[in-house]
């Protein structure tokens, strides 16, 4: 059970409304250049990771994944990766719901809180379905002028 409640984390972990690079500033036609809020930033990261796991895409999760991450389970780069393509290769149809973050930014880390809701089915016909709903909270780093993901872990 501790197992799949840390799976359903990663995955909520990788979540929320749209897909964005993770960029100071963006073009709008015919405004030029505007300036992205990190709260934006953050939030675009977190979206961006949830579609990658979601399109099944390992990269585009890891993408946003610090080459200094290190988690309450004492997994680190690799260890989050092959967790990341276990959980891929366990299920499909992953779906989760996310609440909008709440994000607190201080200098160069943050932390993003949020609830979530989990739905996969498994890809071997005798695994069990994950149906889980939960809170965590998301560290982040701003490294090279982009936001990473340092830590996820639950809330405490």
Same mark, same amino acid.
């Given at each position: 059970m501790r197992r799949a409640i840390c799976a359903i984390g990663v995955l909520a972990l990788f979540a929320q409304e749209g897909?964005?690079?993770?960029?100071? @500033? +963006?073009?709008?036609?015919?405004?030029? @250049? #505007?300036r992205v809020s990190d709260e934006e930033q953050i939030a675009a990261v977190l979206n961006d990771a949830q579609d990658g796991l979601q399109s099944r895409r390992v990269f585009k999760v890891l993408a946003h994944v610090s080459e200094n991450y290190l988690d309450q389970d004492g997994r680190n780069y690799e260890g989050i990766r092959d967790y990341?393509?276990?959980?891929?290769?366990? $299920?499909? @149809? *992953? !779906? +989760? =719901?996310?609440?909008?973050?709440?994000i607190l930014v201080h200098g160069? !880390? #943050? !932390?993003?809180?949020?609830?979530?809701? =989990?739905?996969?089915?498994?890809?071997? +016909?005798?695994? #069990?379905?994950?149906?889980?709903?939960?809170? *965590? @909270? *998301? $560290?982040?780093?701003? =490294?090279?002028?982009?936001?990473?993901? *340092?830590?996820?872990?639950?809330?405490?």
């Open positions: 897909c964005q690079k993770t960029l100071a @500033s +963006i073009n709008l036609p015919g405004l030029g @250049s #505007a990341v393509q276990s959980i891929m290769k366990a $299920y499909r @149809s *992953v !779906r +989760i =719901t996310r609440t909008r973050p709440r160069d !880390r #943050a !932390r993003a809180v949020e609830a979530f809701g =989990t739905i996969a089915e498994p890809l071997d +016909i005798n695994g #069990a379905p994950l149906n889980l709903q939960g809170h *965590v @909270s *998301v $560290y982040l780093e701003r =490294t090279g002028g982009a936001w990473k993901i *340092v830590e996820w872990g639950r809330l405490q």
